[in-house]
């Protein structure tokens, strides 16, 4: 059985505090006299007021609920399965608990502050980078807070972080800049890239990105990393968008003179739709305060996940009553239940056993969460499909996905591997052809890729996307038209699945 020990006892206890927040308190922020920089004191200091001993007692008691469900619903063989990949991600992690890091805290005072504004910069030192970091050698690593912006436009703590190459091609210019969007990391806190040793996306990513020359500006999205009262929000590409436009305008502040004026923002899978949100919400009105981000070139959706609503339910058909492979839908619940805790609630459409390992999947990030629920048969995950219908979900998919189609400020480039088992390719081409059908002077190019897979697509896109992302820069147009094309491999005897890279200081 996975037991409770000092070695994890502190993120539980952090974890049962956000519980607690999200739940007795409705997602908003607590009493200041409830709340709890230091989760070790929800804990110790019982003295202060009744009402902070009450709010502490329903916290004990909600953590050592949840935690007996936990160890009742998932057996022997899943609780070591859980417990193996909890591991594997827990040793990626530079802070163990950023709840306990200086960093990710919000600073006291930020009366006043803006969307846009910066409030935190740090240097990393090279010692810092070579014990906790295993990026490539000759790169630059920064890390910063700033302020994002929520659904009513109001500002909130997001972080980031900022890859420079070792040199400038040409010294007299900034490098290109782009902004990479990542992929599903998990709901906690902990799961920011900028708190992983490798950034989460390593070569898939980054680590491409500035060995090819470009700065890399990488939000984590508002809510990983940095403390907000909605929680992450999961999917949220409308937001998602914001924390793009604005990181890039908070690092201009400090390294402005590295950064060109213009840009392109990539990503994959939630980044990748959040890389097509971005070209659709800087084509919207009033976005004047995201334009400040400079003349964005183009976008690239690498496999992106564009609307859990459908994507969640072809996945259930495609399993035809054997596992569903699924743990982002109960992420994607999760965030649901916080923004609309009034009107949407897990144990409505989750099955005991799914929530019943909430609590455990919230220890770690997507490898925990996939080893949790992804041999679950959808009747094991879901008491039933009816949340499609749920109006706040309908309501969400509008507002915080930003579910289109729309006009598209710039160029983008699509790229999707056909065998895709995450991202369907059918569902991304029919979000392709919607955008071409009501915007068909779209300069927009999905390009489709045989047999190969979600993460395979997160290494053998960028043969593509490099050469893309190159003549945007270098100002060549394109063509005023959608385009569909398919990819011919060179052989029949390429690698089928992706790689993932483990570095290390020598």
């Known amino acids: 059985m996975y037991t409770l020990n000092p070695g994890n006892a502190l993120e539980l206890v952090s974890q049962g505090w956000d519980y607690l927040r999200s ?57 070591a399965a859980f417990k193996q990949f909890q591991g594997l991600e827990a040793s990626s992690w530079v802070s163990k608990n950023v709840t306990l890091d200086t960093f990710y805290s919000t600073p006291s005072n930020i009366t006043g502050a803006k969307p846009g504004d910066l409030l935190r910069w740090e240097d990393v030192p090279q010692n810092v980078v070579s014990r906790n970091f295993t990026i490539p050698g000759g790169m630059s690593l920064f890390r910063f807070l700033y302020m994002s912006e929520d659904i009513d436009r109001k500002p909130i703590p997001a972080s980031a972080f900022v890859l ?60 990983q990393g940095s403390d907000i009262p909605q929680g992450f929000m999961y999917e949220a590409g409308y937001l998602h968008a914001a924390d793009v436009a604005y990181s890039l305008i908070a690092a201009r502040k400090v390294i402005g003179e590295h950064l060109s004026k213009d840009w392109v923002v990539i990503g994959h899978s939630e980044g990748g739709m959040t890389a097509w949100r971005t070209a659709e919400r800087l084509a ?83 490898l925990a969460g996939r080893a949790l629920f992804a041999n679950l048969t959808a009747d094991q995950l879901f008491k039933n499909m009816s949340w499609v219908e749920n109006p706040a979900v309908v309501e969400w998919q509008e507002r915080y996905n930003g579910a289109g189609p729309h006009a598209l400020a710039v160029p983008m480039l699509v790229v999707q591997g056909i065998a895709d088992k995450l991202t369907y390719a059918n569902n991304t081409e029919l979000d392709f052809n919607r955008t071409c059908k009501a915007f068909p002077t779209s300069k927009a190019t999905l390009r489709l890729y045989p047999d190969l897979d979600h993460d395979t697509m997160g290494e053998v896109g960028f043969y593509d996307i490099l050469n893309w992302v190159k003549y945007r820069f270098a100002g060549v147009e394109v063509a005023g038209k959608c385009a569909t094309e398919t990819v011919q491999p060179a052989t029949d005897r390429f690698r089928r699945v992706g790689t993932a890279y483990s570095g290390s200081s020598v």
């Open 23 to 79: 739940t007795v308190y409705k997602g908003q922020w607590m009493p200041s006299n409830l709340s709890s920089p230091n989760p070790a004191s929800s804990l110790l200091s019982f003295s202060d007021n009744f009402p902070k001993m009450r709010a502490q007692a329903v916290f004990l008691f909600s953590l050592s609920t949840l935690f007996s469900n936990a160890q009742e619903t998932c057996d022997a063989g899943c609780q």
């Open 164 to 223: 420079l190459p070792y040199n400038k091609l040409d010294p007299n210019q900034p490098f290109n800049t782009t902004v990479w969007a990542h992929g599903t990391a998990g709901r906690i806190r902990n799961c920011a890239p900028s708190n992983h040793k490798d950034l989460y996306y390593e070569w898939q990513g980054p680590f491409t990105l500035a060995t090819a020359g470009y700065a890399v500006i990488a939000p984590d999205y508002a809510g």
């Open 284 to 366: 919207m009105p009033h976005q004047e305060e995201l334009l400040k981000a400079g003349n964005l070139l183009g976008a690239v959706a690498n496999s992106p996940a564009l609307r859990p609503l459908d994507l969640i339910p072809e996945s259930v058909r495609r399993a035809a009553g054997g596992p569903i492979g699924d743990a982002v839908s109960v992420l994607f619940f999760q965030s649901l239940q916080a923004l609309f805790p009034d009107r949407f609630r897990l144990k409505d459409y989750l099955t005991d056993t799914a929530v019943g390992r909430i609590l455990l999947a919230d220890q770690g990030c997507l």
